[in-house]
């Protein structure tokens, strides 16, 4: 095993909160990287951790592949066998696509956090963030961002 490398250290001096609006097309993934790398940019911090968090429980954050969007087909597959709409759920009050969108939400996360190094979110090559909607309809979606570092 190799040594950590370290990259930076210091207080934390600063911090800045924003807020994204999203508007989805219904079921499916709308990349928010550079929206949020934006927000970065306007922060003008060097280093730090920005949090991400969806404020709500039938749509999710990931991160994922930006290359290939077959990637991304392949995972709504995925979550579609993992949480079928035609599976018998109790909770139906807010329709058929509800409660799997609720248990695909549990599979993916509300939050996520990515390293900021040189004033840059500290992404993979081919990594981008995505908002995942989980419902049929188009939302209107939020996600809280926050920026600490200096």
């Not at 210091?10 to 949020?36: H, M, N, S």
């Not at 900021?116 to 995505?130: H, K, P, S």
């Not at 996600?143 to 200096?150: D, S």
Request: charged residues 25%; aromatic residues 4%; hydrophobic residues 40%.
């Amino acid at each position: 095993m190799r040594r950590v490398e370290m990259l930076d250290s210091g207080a934390v001096t600063r911090q800045a909160t924003g807020r994204l609006v999203v508007d989805t097309k219904g079921q499916g993934f709308t990349e928010i990287t550079d929206a949020v790398a934006g927000f970065v940019r306007e922060a003008a911090l060097r280093h730090g951790l920005l949090t991400a968090f969806c404020r709500h429980t039938s749509a999710s954050l990931t991160i994922q592949e930006n290359a290939d969007p077959d990637v991304r087909t392949d995972l709504m597959t995925a979550l579609d066998r993992l949480a079928p709409r035609n599976a018998s759920y109790v909770h139906g009050i807010e329709g058929p696509d509800d409660m799997p969108a609720h248990i695909r939400t549990l599979l993916t996360d509300a939050a996520l956090t990515v390293p900021l190094v040189d004033g840059r979110l500290a992404l993979g090559t081919w990594q981008g963030i995505y908002l995942i909607e989980h419902r049929d309809r188009p939302h209107r979606r939020e996600i809280v961002l926050h920026l600490v570092g200096q």
